[in-house]
């Protein structure tokens, strides 16, 4: 069985077990947490079901794991002859989650 949910503006394929990292969530370590916006359903036996656009009564429960950041990403800008030179870092916050249970 597996679904496609949606979180953090992005869409994810779970199945039970799975250990994802996703945009950061407010919640703390060991808290459960309930997805509800499920788009695609199946228990893989050819049973299907589609959300319009999400699929009612369907829920995806899981674990925070870890909140933390992810690696420095470097930006650097630069213009030849100019004297510019501009350097930033981003450290992008995730939530890792563990799909405990997909209801539908």
Excluded: C
């Excluded at 039970?16 to 459960?32: P, S, T």
């Excluded at 930006?75 to 100019?82: A, D, G, L």
């Amino acid at each position: 069985m597996y679904a496609v949910m949606k979180t953090g503006g992005k869409q994810y394929k779970v199945s039970e077990g799975n250990i994802l990292k996703v945009e950061k969530l407010e919640a703390e370590v060991g808290d459960k947490i309930t997805f509800e916006n499920i788009l695609f359903l199946t228990d893989g036996e050819g049973n299907v079901k589609v959300g319009d656009p999400n699929v009612s009564e369907a829920k995806v429960i899981a674990e925070v794991i870890e909140q933390g950041r992810e690696k420095k990403v470097v930006v650097y800008k630069y213009k030849k002859r100019k004297n510019y030179h501009k350097k930033q870092g981003h450290r992008q916050p995730f939530t890792k989650i563990k799909i405990e249970k997909i209801e539908g």
